[in-house]
């Protein structure tokens, strides 16, 4: 139940980075037809849980509570983008050639795919 605690009290400030965040930026650049709010979130996000990771790996410095409430929590709810780099970048650096390139492929074509059914789910029950 601890474990689930510090999940959501990490994801709860995590989504509230991310709003804080994005705006700020989405505002600063007064770009208003590109999500740079949004691109910059998941750079962060990258750069983020790529040094953590480093660290974590190099000098355990995490307990599995502060990993799950810092990768799973705030992480995750600050952007799902890192996690899939991450993974992606692992599956390279582990050799893993054929998975991380099935990974980005299913992840952004099945990913575009299921935005686009969601919406024709919609439109047909609500026609």
Known sequence: MGTFLLIG?????????RYL???YVQNWSKISDFPVGTLVVNLVGCLLI???????E?????????SSLVFLGFLGAFTTFSTFSSDSFNLF???NNLLFYLNIGASVILGLF???LGRALVNLVSA
């Open 21 to 23: 965040l994005s705006n």
């Open 58 to 66: 190099i000098r355990d410095i995490f307990t599995p509570e502060t």
């Open 114 to 116: 299921a935005v686009w």
């Open 50 to 56: 790529g040094a953590l990771a480093q660290l974590a």
């Open 93 to 95: 650096r582990e050799g």
């Open 9 to 17: 009290m990490g994801g709860f400030l995590g989504a509230i980075m």
